[in-house]
């Protein structure tokens, strides 16, 4: 599975994008504020529904309301099932890899795909659903996915921090690794009893006068009393779930770990899962030394183990020359953004010559990730360049 065509619309500094992603490693590079982040922001919004979304009058471009957040994610390679007629075969679109356009009938010699959708209005409410001109034209409610498949489509995302990820909750990638936590629910059921009962062999004067006092009132008001008040451990109070069950090293947890080795084994467990599902990275050096980042793209770029498994599609962001001199001219998209209008451009489409494109990659990466640039012949007209540079 993964994602041939992102558009854009009204979400945050972008006023409008449309964008044909590679197959395997896209990293978007660009100055501050090109809205690299929120374009990874949309895609996740649009293929991890949440019915507690709470949108904000912020992500809509220049706070305008009036015109409603349009998000339009493809994707193609999805599971054979989606095919079918009493699933989604009658929303199947066409995409050609030729042209990079998608059509929107599946006819032949097209892969099918299917465009999800994600808009925001006024009412700030997030609404998910399925999109072909077929839907659009008709005058009903547009159809959506079934939650169990939503989960089939989700992409998981790396940010700065990982602890959420070295946990079994619901959105962590260590759920995808297993897949079958079918006892967890009952051993969490038992942990709960067992507190309870722990807490009960305790010491309970602490607790008596108080407790005394309250039997007092009950029975004053006439409020019925089964065999006496006591104080007892309530385990839905203290909230026992998968989430709170996590990774541990000889009793220490792995979120204890430093940034960048938690990010490290996070990332490994992303892409253990990455031929299933689309990974993303959010500053992929955060944390990193050099050597470790050169590991990690290295990691992310091979296969993962197993028959017929291909390179998985993720996408990840940079402000660090390291990660463009370890990547390649293909793996780089350069974004730039000018009142609203967001450009993602591959850099190895931008030249002729894809040799020299490496070269200027390596030898110059810094050059790639400001706005402008200024050419000095030499060493000499650098130090005077850099002597102007005030704050």
Not at 280 to 299: N, Q, S, T
Not at 341 to 365: C, M, W, Y
Request: aromatic content about 6%; proline content about 5%.
């Amino acid at each position: 599975m993964r994602i041939v065509s992102v558009d854009i619309e009204h979400f945050r500094g972008i006023e409008s994008l449309h964008w044909s992603p590679a197959p395997g490693m896209n990293c978007l590079i660009g100055p501050g504020d090109s809205t690299k982040t929120s374009i990874l922001d949309a895609i996740e919004l649009c293929l991890n529904p949440k019915p507690y979304t709470l949108a904000d009058d912020c992500d809509f471009y220049n706070l305008d309301t009036s015109k409603p957040v349009d998000i339009m994610v493809t994707l193609v390679d999805l599971p054979t099932a989606f095919l079918s007629e009493e699933r989604y075969g009658m929303q199947m679109r066409g995409w050609n890899a030729e042209t990079l356009k998608i059509e929107d009938e599946p006819n032949e010699g097209l892969h099918y795909a299917l465009t999800l959708r994600m808009t925001i209005d006024a009412s700030l409410e997030a609404r998910w659903s399925l999109y072909n001109d077929r839907i659009n034209a008709a005058e009903k409610d547009p159809p959506t996915l079934r939650y169990k498949d939503w989960k089939l489509l989700s992409v998981t995302r790396l940010g700065p921090y990982a602890e959420r990820h070295l946990a079994w909750g619901r959105s962590s990638v260590l759920t995808r690794v297993g897949e079958s936590n079918s006892g967890c629910s009952l051993q969490l059921a038992d942990a709960g009893r067992a507190a309870r009962k722990a807490f009960g062999d305790t010491n309970q004067n602490i607790f008596k006068s108080v407790i005394d006092r309250v039997e007092i009132l009950s029975r004053k008001f006439s409020v019925p009393v089964r065999g006496g008040y006591a104080a007892a451990l309530d385990v839905d109070g203290v909230n026992i779930t998968a989430g709170g069950v996590s990774l541990h090293d000889d009793g220490l947890p792995l979120r204890m770990l430093g940034t960048g080795s938690s990010r490290l084994i996070v990332s490994a467990l992303q892409h253990e899962v990455g031929h299933q599902h689309i990974s993303m990275i959010d500053e992929v050096e955060f944390g990193l030394e050099p050597h470790r980042i050169a590991r990690l793209l290295k990691l992310l770029k091979t296969a993962p183990a197993g028959e017929g498994a291909s390179q998985a599609q993720i996408f990840i962001t940079t402000h660090s020359p390291v990660v463009i001199c370890e990547l390649k001219a293909e793996d780089i998209f350069s974004v730039r953004s000018s009142a609203g209008v967001t450009e993602v451009k591959s850099i190895s489409a931008a030249v002729r010559k894809l040799g020299t494109a490496q070269r200027h990659l390596r030898g110059a990466p810094e050059a790639f990730l400001a706005r402008r640039i200024v050419v000095g012949e030499g060493r000499t007209e650098q130090g005077i360049v850099r002597g102007l540079d005030i704050p």
